[in-house]
């Protein structure tokens, strides 16, 4: 393939010398062979990533935080003040911190890579004169490319026919402006205005078309631009700087309480400066959690493996915290609230009214019927609504194997069940095809609402086949139907027509209305939406019903039990969208429904106030949805937003957390989203804003857990300060470090992948304004957990040294007692910090109930915590560098009598939460 040849050049040949440059076909395209060819010569369809990412530095960036950095210094100055045990021991947090970070860090991007390749990008392509979907990066130049509204383009490709198609070229040009695209060459000002050439990365916004691909990946015009565009640096996420105040924050906090033991160790105890400084950077090192970054990006790792079980995939693991805060939803009704299984179950016609029963069903590619429901040879009305129904249809069925794949409907639910209805009426779609081919299609917008085509009749006229909502549609019909005689529509037929689609509504079915006309074959070139879709006959109704997802109940009392309000915005008719609402308990019967064109008539301020309230929007246009979102974060909230379509994209991008359908939504939809639903579930959302907060919650576990220890740490040393020196230090620098590096860790990582709590979606969201740390964190880790834990290691410091004769003699200053002393508080903070992990578990919900052994991760890391303190116990070569000692019989059952109280305690505290909470509930 020569890839000298320009946009430019291809857009001017004439078909035919195109079609033999890329060894196609117009009509049957390229064969899977010439296919296997191509992507040996050209690669992969695929936007190369621009500079790879430096592995070394990955791995180099945790070993070079706030706190690493001042964890290396602190080693080599204690190497320096004579303690080289010390030093080697602090950077072997450093070590073991980072190696941490590394993995979990690495562990997360494998397994972002692998959801994204869960969905990939599908196009539509003829090769050996089949319609198929491939994947968008096994495209080659020569393949014929069928597009239609919502498609992302590929690939650069020669328009071949077209209908209608408009293209949206921001991506390239940054005009918002949508272009016309058609099959003959004309080149306008600037570099992309080339009329029959659709660019690689941008939208189809309407329209249909076949196009052949001239060019691929990197030589497209696309893929010269992200050369130039590949390398630019992410943003900071909201998480990230949190999590940058939070390091701030506690370096801060050990250098303060560092310096005033450094101080006081001088003063009080008259401690040399270098064995001062030795005191202090225990305490420094006592007061800083190294294992937050590692259980950060655990939990987040976590949540979103989780997500993606229940059918959430997140783009980036920051999106999971900011679910946490999620407050107002504004949710599609149709396949996010509904099972998006459009089944047609009423026939109206004027004189007349059909039930539709059987079930019809997709079976390897062909739609079947299990019942013949109507004679159509005695039902002429009804065989012309079928017929509408049948030829005004892009949809198509791409089969699976039974019993193994389910079948994929390329094209709307919508238009899915009209196929299942004219199947249950015993018609063939292409033999009715061959009998009438289709000539022109005047394709469905969102304005318009409504889609035309004109179908070619064996007596020569042409018929115009409209099919589209009845508001919209009764705007352009002036005649009816009524038993195969046309008559000029008058008042009372409107009326009844109008009350007909009411009494539907009212019962939660939507109808879909049919029309017809008849025009000059002359007169097809011609016609547009404006001359042809006027003066039309209508036909009937074909009333359908999308019913609720059954989980659907469940979810909204979620919701509204975590006080998330949820917005229904829908394209449907008020009266559909309130009863579908009020059925599933989204709002009460006291709603107000404001209409697309109610909508545009409101003010900013207007439409603030509305939002604060029970609302429903119904009739508007996708756009719309972008102002109601903006309108909802003015008031302060934090937005998810679901959407499919093109016109979706401006409010997914705009919400807090845009969230794109994976069945249903089209490429741009997915591109714009922060989440994908890999099953358009509503309640796949609530799941997915549990596990936010589940994180985040998770996060200010570890914290809790890990700041009681700290203070553990540090009560020997303030006794050993407050005594002058006469009582000895309690624990040895590198007993601390034996807590922090050793026995904490594991357990601490086990509370990052924690399941939600009972009761969470019970709780009102978060505000953003929140910080990580806050006064409760600090109380419950300092004055509660905390303040235990240090009286209950000084006491087993005290119980020791009891055994040994005090306090009728001195307190060990050295010697065994001393070493076994030390070892028992080690070894009372080890088993305080059992108790403790197993009740920072929950916050108000009994320990009992989620189950003790239910985290397996947890389990594991106190089983790892107590076998590292055996060995520091009882293994000789390493005494001396911990300064441990054995410890006998007594001191061991003191140790296991410490976890059971602790537990009890902390249930009796929940306890007394809960009592109080459902107090004020009841309230």
Same mark, same amino acid.
């Given at each position: 393939?020569?890839?000298?040849?320009?946009?430019?050049?291809?857009?001017?040949?004439?078909?035919?010398?195109?079609?033999?440059?890329?060894?196609?076909?117009?009509?049957?395209?390229?064969?899977?062979?010439?296919?296997?060819?191509?992507?040996?010569?050209?690669?992969?369809?695929?936007?190369?990533?621009?500079?790879?990412?430096?592995?070394?530095?990955?791995?180099?960036?945790?070993?070079?935080?706030?706190?690493?950095?001042?964890?290396?210094?602190?080693?080599?100055?204690?190497?320096?003040?004579?303690?080289?045990?010390?030093?080697?021991?602090?950077?072997?947090?450093?070590?073991?911190?980072?190696?941490? &970070?590394?993995?979990?860090?690495?562990?997360?991007?494998?397994?972002?890579?692998?959801?994204?390749?869960?969905?990939?990008?599908?196009?539509?392509?003829?090769?050996?004169?089949?319609?198929?979907?491939?994947?968008?990066?096994?495209?080659?130049?020569?393949?014929?490319?069928?597009?239609?509204?919502?498609?992302?383009?590929?690939?650069?490709?020669?328009?071949?026919?077209?209908? &209608?198609?408009?293209?949206?070229?921001?991506?390239?040009?940054?005009?918002?402006?949508?272009?016309?695209?058609?099959?003959?060459?004309?080149?306008?000002?600037?570099?992309?205005?080339?009329?029959?050439?659709?660019?690689?990365?941008?939208?189809?916004? &309407?329209?249909?078309?076949?196009?052949?691909?001239?060019?691929?990946?990197?030589?497209?015009?696309?893929?010269?631009?992200?050369?130039?565009?590949?390398?630019?640096?992410?943003?900071? &996420?909201?998480?990230?700087?949190?999590?940058?105040?939070?390091?701030?924050?506690?370096?801060? $906090?050990?250098?303060?309480?560092?310096?005033?033991?450094?101080?006081?160790?001088?003063?009080?105890?008259?401690?040399?400066?270098?064995?001062?400084?030795?005191?202090?950077?225990?305490?420094?090192?006592?007061?800083?959690?190294?294992?937050?970054?590692?259980?950060?990006?655990?939990?987040?790792?976590?949540?979103?493996?989780?997500?993606?079980?229940?059918?959430?995939?997140?783009?980036?693991?920051?999106?999971?915290?900011?679910?946490?805060?999620?407050?107002?939803?504004?949710?599609?009704?149709?396949?996010?609230?509904?099972?998006?299984?459009?089944?047609?179950?009423?026939?109206?016609?004027?004189?007349?009214?059909?039930?539709?029963?059987?079930?019809?069903?997709?079976?390897?590619?062909?739609?079947?019927?299990?019942?013949?429901?109507?004679?159509?040879?005695?039902?002429?009305?009804?065989?012309?609504?079928?017929?509408?129904?049948?030829?005004?249809?892009?949809?198509?069925?791409?089969?699976?194997?039974?019993?193994?794949?389910?079948?994929?409907?390329?094209?709307?639910?919508?238009?899915?069940?009209?196929?299942?209805?004219?199947?249950?009426?015993?018609?063939?779609?292409?033999?009715?095809?061959?009998?009438?081919?289709?000539?022109?299609?005047?394709?469905?917008?969102?304005?318009?609402?409504?889609?035309?085509?004109?179908?070619?009749?064996?007596?020569?006229?042409?018929?115009?086949?409209?099919?589209?909502? $009845?508001?919209?549609?009764?705007?352009?019909?002036?005649?009816?139907?009524?038993?195969?005689?046309?008559?000029?529509?008058?008042?009372?037929?409107?009326?009844?027509?109008?009350?007909?689609?009411?009494?539907?509504?009212?019962?939660?079915?939507?109808?879909?209305?049919?029309?017809?006309?008849?025009?000059?074959?002359?007169?097809?070139?011609?016609?547009?939406?404006?001359?042809?879709?006027?003066?039309?006959?209508?036909?009937? $109704?074909?009333?359908?019903?999308?019913?609720?997802?059954?989980?659907?109940?469940?979810?909204?009392?979620?919701?509204?039990?975590?006080?998330?309000?949820?917005?229904?915005?829908?394209?449907?008719?008020?009266?559909?969208?309130?009863?579908?609402?009020?059925?599933?308990?989204?709002?009460?019967?006291?709603?107000?429904?404001?209409?697309?064109?109610?909508?545009?008539?409101?003010?900013?301020?207007?439409?603030?106030?509305?939002?604060?309230?029970?609302?429903?929007?119904?009739?508007?246009?996708?756009?719309?949805?972008?102002?109601?979102?903006?309108?909802?974060?003015?008031?302060?909230?934090?937005?998810?937003?679901?959407?499919?379509?093109?016109?979706?994209?401006?409010?997914?991008?705009?919400?807090?957390?845009?969230?794109?359908?994976?069945?249903?939504?089209?490429?741009?939809?997915?591109?714009?989203?922060?989440?994908?639903?890999?099953?358009?579930?509503?309640?796949?959302?609530?799941?997915?804003?549990?596990?936010?907060?589940?994180?985040?919650?998770?996060?200010?576990?570890?914290?809790?857990?890990?700041?009681?220890?700290?203070?553990?740490?540090?009560?020997?040393?303030?006794?050993?300060?407050?005594?002058?020196?006469?009582?000895?230090?309690?624990?040895?620098?590198?007993?601390?470090?034996?807590?922090?590096?050793?026995?904490?860790?594991?357990?601490?990582?086990?509370?990052?992948?924690?399941?939600?709590?009972?009761?969470?979606?019970?709780?009102?969201?978060?505000?953003?304004?929140?910080?990580?740390?806050?006064?409760?964190?600090?109380?419950?880790?300092?004055?509660?957990?905390? $303040?235990?834990?240090?009286?209950?290691?000084?006491?087993?410091?005290?119980?020791?040294?009891?055994?040994?004769?005090?306090?009728?003699?001195?307190?060990?200053?050295?010697?065994?007692?001393?070493?076994?002393?030390?070892?028992?508080?080690?070894?009372?903070?080890?088993?305080?910090?059992?108790?403790?992990?197993?009740?920072?578990?929950?916050?108000?919900?009994?320990?009992?109930?989620?189950?003790?052994?239910?985290?397996?991760?947890?389990?594991?890391?106190?089983?790892?915590?107590?076998?590292?303190?055996?060995?520091?116990?009882?293994?000789?070569?390493?005494?001396?560098?911990?300064?441990?000692?054995?410890?006998?019989?007594?001191?061991?059952?003191?140790?296991?009598?410490?976890?059971?109280?602790?537990?009890?305690?902390?249930?009796?505290?929940?306890?007394?939460?809960?009592?109080?909470?459902?107090?004020?509930?009841?309230?």
């Amino acid at each position: 393939m020569d890839h000298k040849m320009t946009d430019d050049d291809y857009a001017q040949l004439p078909v035919a010398e195109l079609v033999k440059d890329l060894g196609s076909s117009v009509t049957d395209g390229l064969t899977n062979t010439e296919v296997q060819q191509k992507l040996k010569t050209v690669g992969k369809n695929v936007i190369e990533k621009g500079q790879k990412e430096n592995g070394f530095w990955n791995f180099i960036k945790n070993f070079t935080s706030l706190m690493a950095c001042l964890l290396w210094v602190s080693g080599v100055i204690a190497i320096l003040a004579g303690t080289p045990e010390l030093g080697i021991a602090i950077w072997a947090v450093n070590i073991i911190n980072g190696l941490f &970070s590394y993995w979990e860090e690495h562990a997360a991007k494998k397994a972002t890579d692998a959801l994204s390749k869960m969905l990939p990008t599908y196009v539509s392509v003829i090769r050996d004169g089949k319609k198929i979907q491939v994947i968008a990066e096994d495209l080659v130049p020569g393949d014929l490319v069928v597009l239609q509204a919502g498609d992302a383009i590929p690939a650069d490709a020669r328009v071949l026919s077209s209908s &209608s198609l408009q293209v949206d070229e921001s991506a390239l040009t940054g005009e918002s402006v949508p272009v016309d695209k058609f099959a003959d060459y004309k080149h306008g000002d600037g570099k992309f205005a080339i009329d029959n050439i659709v660019f690689a990365g941008t939208v189809v916004t &309407s329209g249909t078309a076949t196009v052949m691909v001239v060019e691929t990946g990197m030589n497209t015009e696309f893929g010269q631009i992200a050369k130039l565009t590949q390398n630019q640096k992410g943003t900071v &996420s909201p998480l990230t700087k949190e999590l940058n105040r939070l390091t701030r924050q506690l370096s801060v $906090l050990a250098l303060v309480i560092g310096l005033g033991f450094f101080v006081l160790a001088i003063f009080f105890v008259h401690y040399p400066i270098a064995k001062s400084f030795i005191f202090a950077l225990g305490m420094i090192v006592a007061f800083i959690p190294e294992g937050l970054l590692p259980t950060v990006t655990l939990s987040l790792a976590h949540g979103t493996k989780v997500m993606a079980k229940k059918h959430a995939l997140l783009k980036n693991l920051d999106s999971v915290e900011t679910l946490g805060e999620t407050n107002v939803i504004c949710s599609d009704k149709t396949g996010t609230l509904t099972q998006n299984q459009m089944t047609v179950n009423h026939i109206w016609l004027p004189d007349k009214e059909y039930t539709v029963t059987g079930t019809g069903y997709f079976n390897n590619g062909k739609i079947q019927f299990n019942q013949q429901d109507v004679n159509l040879k005695n039902e002429k009305d009804l065989s012309l609504l079928l017929d509408i129904a049948l030829l005004n249809n892009d949809t198509k069925v791409q089969g699976g194997e039974e019993g193994k794949t389910a079948p994929k409907i390329l094209g709307t639910p919508t238009e899915a069940g009209l196929n299942i209805l004219t199947a249950k009426g015993g018609l063939d779609l292409d033999q009715r095809m061959q009998a009438t081919p289709r000539l022109k299609e005047l394709p469905f917008d969102s304005t318009r609402r409504r889609m035309t085509t004109l179908q070619q009749e064996s007596d020569g006229k042409v018929a115009v086949y409209v099919k589209g909502a $009845l508001s919209n549609m009764m705007q352009v019909c002036d005649r009816i139907l009524i038993n195969g005689e046309v008559r000029p529509m008058t008042n009372a037929d409107k009326t009844k027509i109008d009350q007909a689609n009411q009494d539907y509504a009212a019962q939660g079915l939507r109808s879909l209305a049919f029309a017809y006309n008849t025009i000059a074959a002359d007169d097809v070139s011609s016609a547009m939406i404006e001359n042809t879709e006027q003066h039309l006959i209508f036909v009937g $109704l074909a009333v359908m019903q999308d019913p609720p997802r059954e989980e659907i109940y469940d979810a909204v009392k979620k919701c509204h039990s975590a006080d998330i309000k949820i917005i229904m915005v829908t394209g449907d008719s008020s009266l559909t969208a309130k009863s579908i609402a009020v059925k599933i308990g989204i709002v009460s019967d006291k709603a107000r429904v404001i209409t697309g064109a109610e909508l545009n008539q409101m003010s900013d301020d207007e439409l603030r106030q509305a939002v604060k309230g029970e609302v429903i929007f119904a009739r508007v246009a996708p756009e719309d949805k972008y102002r109601i979102v903006s309108m909802c974060q003015a008031n302060g909230e934090i937005v998810a937003a679901t959407g499919d379509g093109v016109n979706d994209a401006p409010a997914l991008k705009k919400a807090n957390i845009g969230i794109a359908m994976g069945v249903t939504g089209t490429d741009v939809a997915k591109e714009a989203a922060d989440m994908i639903l890999t099953d358009d579930n509503f309640a796949s959302i609530v799941s997915a804003i549990e596990e936010g907060r589940t994180v985040y919650s998770n996060i200010q576990k570890f914290l809790v857990y890990i700041f009681n220890s700290n203070l553990s740490e540090a009560f020997p040393s303030l006794l050993f300060i407050i005594s002058g020196g006469l009582i000895p230090l309690a624990l040895t620098v590198m007993q601390i470090l034996t807590v922090d590096l050793g026995t904490d860790m594991l357990p601490a990582l086990g509370l990052g992948a924690e399941k939600s709590e009972p009761g969470i979606m019970d709780r009102p969201p978060r505000k953003r304004d929140a910080h990580l740390l806050n006064k409760g964190i600090l109380l419950k880790s300092f004055c509660y957990y905390g $303040l235990i834990g240090s009286l209950v290691s000084a006491d087993a410091y005290f119980f020791v040294n009891w055994q040994y004769g005090w306090p009728s003699v001195s307190l060990a200053h050295g010697g065994y007692v001393y070493a076994a002393a030390t070892t028992m508080t080690l070894a009372a903070i080890v088993f305080c910090q059992v108790a403790t992990v197993l009740n920072c578990r929950t916050e108000t919900t009994s320990l009992f109930k989620i189950g003790i052994f239910s985290n397996h991760r947890i389990m594991w890391g106190i089983v790892f915590e107590i076998c590292l303190l055996t060995f520091l116990i009882y293994v000789p070569f390493v005494h001396g560098l911990f300064g441990t000692a054995p410890i006998n019989l007594l001191d061991w059952i003191y140790l296991l009598c410490i976890p059971v109280p602790l537990i009890l305690i902390d249930e009796a505290r929940k306890w007394f939460i809960r009592k109080y909470m459902n107090k004020k509930k009841a309230a």
